[in-house]
C-alpha cells in the first residue's frame, strides 16, 4: 500500500528547464512513476528530444513546450497549451535556472537582472499561471528547485545566492497561502550535480577538487539521484508536507 501512494496515474507534470540535466532527470522519473509531462525550455531543438527521451524511457505522453518563463505571456500560453492537450494538471516543478558568476565589484546589473528574473520572478509567475487552476480543482504540488546556497554563501554567486534564498522563502510563503486548498508548496535544494551549469566547475580541476573537500559523500551527485525526490514530493506518499525543504548535498550543509 505505501508504494501506491508514489504512483503518479492520471497525473500531469510540468517541468521547467527539463531540456537536460536536473529538470530532464525529474521529467523522466515523474513519468516513470505514471505521470504524463509537459517539459519545458527555451531551446526548441533541445526540449523536443528531451521529450522523446522521457517519452521511450516510460512508455507515456511527454509534450515538448518552448517558453521562456520569465515572459509572462509566453507562460500563460504555456499553462493554455498543457490544459489543451491533458486537460488538467496536478505538478508543477519551477526548475528552470541560469548562474552568472562574478566577483561582487564585477557584477553587471544587468546579470543581476537576468538571474533574479529567471531564478525567482520565473517560478512566481509559473505560480500565478498554475495555481487558478490548481484552487479549481483543490489539488495541486507544487516543487520548486532552490539550491544549497539558499542556506549558505558562496564567493562569486551573490546574484544566484539571493535569488534561491528569495525562492526558498517564496515557498513557504505560498504554502500557507495554498494550504487550505489541497495544495503543497515544496523546495529541494540541491548540492553540487553533474549538470551543464556547473561546468565551469567541472572542467577546472582545482576548483573541482575544492568543491569534492566540502562533500562528506566525497563526490557530486548524478542528476538521476534527485529524482526519487521530486517524485516523493509529487505525489501522495506526501500529502501533510508542505512549506519544507529537502537538502541533497551529500551532507555539504550537515557541516
Given at each position: 500500500?505505501v ?8 497525473r500531469?507534470a ?5 531540456s537536460r ?8 522519473a515523474l ?6 509531462t ?10 523536443r ?7 521511450e524511457?516510460?512508455?507515456r ?5 518552448v517558453a ?15 490544459l489543451?492537450?491533458f ?12 548562474n ?14 537576468a538571474v ?14 498554475v495555481?487558478?487552476h ?6 495541486g504540488?507544487?516543487?520548486n ?5 539558499a542556506?549558505?554563501?558562496?564567493a ?9 534564498g528569495?525562492?526558498?522563502l ?20 540541491p ?12 572542467n577546472d ?14 563526490r ?36
Amino acid at each position: 500500500m505505501v508504494l501506491e501512494r508514489f504512483k503518479l496515474e492520471g497525473r500531469v507534470a510540468m517541468v521547467t528547464g527539463a531540456s537536460r540535466g536536473l529538470g530532464l532527470a525529474m521529467a523522466k522519473a515523474l513519468a516513470e512513476a505514471g505521470a504524463e509531462t509537459v517539459v519545458v525550455s527555451r531551446h526548441e531543438e533541445e526540449i523536443r528530444a528531451a521529450a522523446q527521451q522521457v517519452q521511450e524511457a516510460s512508455g507515456r505522453r511527454s509534450l515538448a513546450v518552448v517558453a521562456d518563463v520569465t515572459d509572462q505571456a509566453q507562460v500563460e500560453n504555456l499553462v493554455q497549451q498543457t490544459l489543451a492537450e491533458f486537460g488538467h494538471l496536478d505538478i508543477l516543478i519551477n526548475n528552470a535556472g541560469i548562474n552568472l558568476r562574478h566577483p561582487f565589484t564585477e557584477l553587471p546589473t544587468e546579470d543581476w537582472e537576468a538571474v533574479l528574473a529567471t531564478n525567482l520572478t520565473g517560478p512566481m509567475l509559473c505560480c500565478r499561471a498554475v495555481v487558478p487552476h490548481m484552487l479549481s480543482r483543490r489539488y495541486g504540488r507544487i516543487i520548486n528547485v532552490a539550491s544549497i546556497l539558499a542556506h549558505v554563501g558562496l564567493a562569486e554567486r551573490t546574484p544566484y545566492c539571493a535569488s534561491k534564498g528569495g525562492l526558498l522563502l517564496f515557498t513557504k510563503a505560498l504554502a500557507l497561502e495554498l494550504a487550505p486548498y489541497g495544495i503543497t508548496v515544496n523546495a529541494l535544494c540541491p548540492g553540487p550535480f553533474m549538470t551543464e551549469i556547473n561546468r565551469v566547475i567541472l572542467n577546472d580541476p582545482e576548483k573541482y577538487q575544492a568543491f569534492i573537500a566540502k562533500i562528506p559523500l566525497g563526490r557530486w551527485g548524478e542528476p538521476e539521484e534527485l529524482g526519487g525526490a521530486a517524485v516523493f514530493l509529487a505525489s501522495d506518499a506526501a500529502p501533510f508536507m508542505t512549506g519544507a525543504v529537502l537538502v541533497i548535498d551529500g551532507g555539504w550543509t550537515a557541516q
